[in-house]
């Protein structure tokens, strides 16, 4: 798609991927019969290396599909004589609902963002395709992946048992049962699943995408980053990949190589939720002007989405645009959390709590208000059933569950729990900490001496704190109750700098960043 986008040629196409050829292919249907062409086409050359057409009734789509990437891998394989994978489905039915299933899904996937109403319909075509198939293995864990993603843990149970039960050892369906027990909080479980799919199948990139971000939430980096690469090798038009494998390469200290991926980033996808993702890595990079640049080029190629307009609310606010912000999303709880605006904010997500019980971004963000305005028995409580300490304790998941952890041992150290509030900084402590300079663990690991008393080291987290590119959160720095006492601090005082001089650099250069992309406010 990006490719067709871009009106790019085959040579040029096989270069910014990186192949040596290239399949395509057309498939439409008249009355009963399915009329298709497929090419396979030397990259370097431009030129086609084998063609084939179809007419066939739609009942042979299957065979079809078997035939062509037989010929495919004759063709572009050396010493490749048979193609041996086992089909996801013998019924035909079956078979073409989840091909109109997995686009749909695929499409919201890709962007990262929940399209409801694409997604159930992807649920439906789904549970179509077992009803037509009940024992397709892949059907049933493709319906609950669905609906896991979807967020509807419950109706998944059954689909993605009767899978196991037809093929415990197909790599996807390892995958998704990986993902059940990460939804359940079995964190060591999903572990293990993942590590078996990628070990059935090295080339299925969601295995190993899963995977990796298992290992790198365990601190236990080594190899994640050949992992995305693998996973983006074998599925280099899939967006995800690239936010994978972006955002692990700009996190974990590695700068130049992830300017040189944003740029390849930029070659080869033109659409909104590629924007976005750039907008995302530059933020990473510390280059937030160009972050507000390209979410306002998203802006304006989808202007009736309004998470583009919430991103670039956020992005001013980073930088202290905070009336341009303000105007742009008003009522944005994280907007006003992030210029310190506590009161309004508390207001506005004690309301959202009701309508989202479950959130817990609002209630670490909500937590984090309270203990800024001295609130900590109300911090605690708004904590109190979100299964923290114990689910950080058993493997976190998700970044909000950290956040929500601070936030906890802060409100127990502000209210004078220490003891308490030192036995969770302690598990922190022996939890480790990513050689990386961003603000997020560096800030937690002064965060965490400084409520141990062990300050030298806590002053060297705030040196490294000034080395990362990635802007800190004002709130976190300025008011969690683990600095209070270290306001006078000259190391403590140099990073508040650095962060506030920072800010001021770029919304200086900001009216500079957006000429030179041609775009404005």
């Given amino acids: 798609i990006a490719a067709r986008e871009q009106r790019l040629d085959a040579r040029e196409i096989s270069t910014r991927l990186g192949v040596a050829n290239l399949v395509e292919g057309s498939v439409r249907r008249q009355g009963n019969r399915l009329r298709g062409s497929v090419n396979v086409i030397e990259g370097a050359s431009g030129l086609a290396i084998w063609s084939e057409s179809y007419d066939r009734g ?40 989840m091909l109109l299933a997995r686009h749909y899904e695929q499409q919201v996937r890709e962007r990262q963002d929940l399209d ?29 992946g669905a609906l896991l993603y979807l967020g509807d843990l419950e109706a998944a149970q059954a689909p993605i048992f009767k899978a196991m039960s037809l093929a415990p050892d197909l790599s996807e369906v390892q ?53 995305y690469r693998r996973a983006l090798e074998v599925d280099r038009l899939n967006l995800s990949r690239y936010a994978e494998l972006g955002s692990f390469l700009a996190l974990q200290h590695s700068p130049d190589e992830a300017r040189q991926f944003v740029v390849r980033v930029e070659e080869l996808f033109n659409s909104a939720a590629a924007y976005r993702l750039i907008a995302t890595l530059h933020s990473y990079l510390g280059d937030v002007d160009k972050s507000i640049a390209w979410t306002i080029r998203a802006r304006d ?33 994280g907007i006003l959390f992030k210029m310190r605006r506590y009161e309004e904010m508390i207001d506005l997500a004690e309301l959202a709590m ?42 976190w998941r998700e970044v909000a569950e950290m956040d929500g ?50 300050d030298e080291v806590a002053r060297e987290f705030l040196e490294k704190a000034q080395k990362g590119l990635h802007l800190a959160w004002e709130p976190v720095l300025k008011d969690s ?22 800010r001021a650099m770029l919304r200086s250069r900001l009216p500079a960043t957006l000429a030179e992309f041609g775009v404005s406010l």
């Fill in 58 to 97: 739609r009942n042979e789509l299957r065979n079809v599909q078997l035939d062509i990437a037989e010929q495919i891998a004759l063709h572009v394989l050396p010493g490749a004589t048979t193609v041996t994978a086992e089909p996801a489905t013998r019924d035909a039915t079956a078979n073409e609902l």
């Fill in 116 to 144: 409801e109403k694409s997604l159930l319909a992807a649920v439906q075509l789904y549970r179509r395709a077992t009803q037509a198939d009940p024992d397709s293995a892949l059907a049933q864990s493709r319906l609950a």
């Fill in 175 to 227: 995958n998704t049962q990986g993902e059940f027990y990460w939804a359940r909080g079995l964190t060591n479980e999903a572990g293990v699943a993942w590590s078996y799919a990628v070990e059935l199948n090295p080339d299925n990139p969601e295995a190993l995408a899963n995977y990796a971000w298992w290992r790198w939430t365990r601190l236990q980096v080594e190899g994640v980053a050949e992992m």
């Fill in 301 to 333: 190629l989808e202007p009736e989405d309004p998470l583009h307009v919430e991103k670039l609310a956020e992005y001013l606010t980073d930088i202290g645009h905070f009336e341009t912000a303000t105007g742009l999303d008003p009522n944005g709880i």
């Fill in 354 to 395: 009701l309508d989202q019980p479950r959130d817990l971004r609002i209630r670490s963000l909500l937590a984090f208000a309270y203990n800024a305005t001295g609130k900590y028995e109300s911090a605690v409580h708004v904590l109190s059933d979100t299964g923290l300490p114990d689910s950080v304790f058993n493997g």
């Fill in 405 to 454: 952890f601070l936030a906890l041992t802060n409100a127990l150290y502000g209210m004078g729990e220490l003891d308490t509030a030192r036995e969770l900084a302690q598990w922190r402590e022996d939890f480790g900490h990513n050689d990386t300079a961003d603000w997020w663990v560096v800030l937690q690991g002064a965060c965490t001496h400084l409520i141990l008393d062990i």
């Fill in 481 to 502: 109750p683990c600095f209070q006492r270290f306001t006078d601090d000259p190391v403590y005082q140099a990073t508040v700098r650095h962060f506030d001089e920072r």
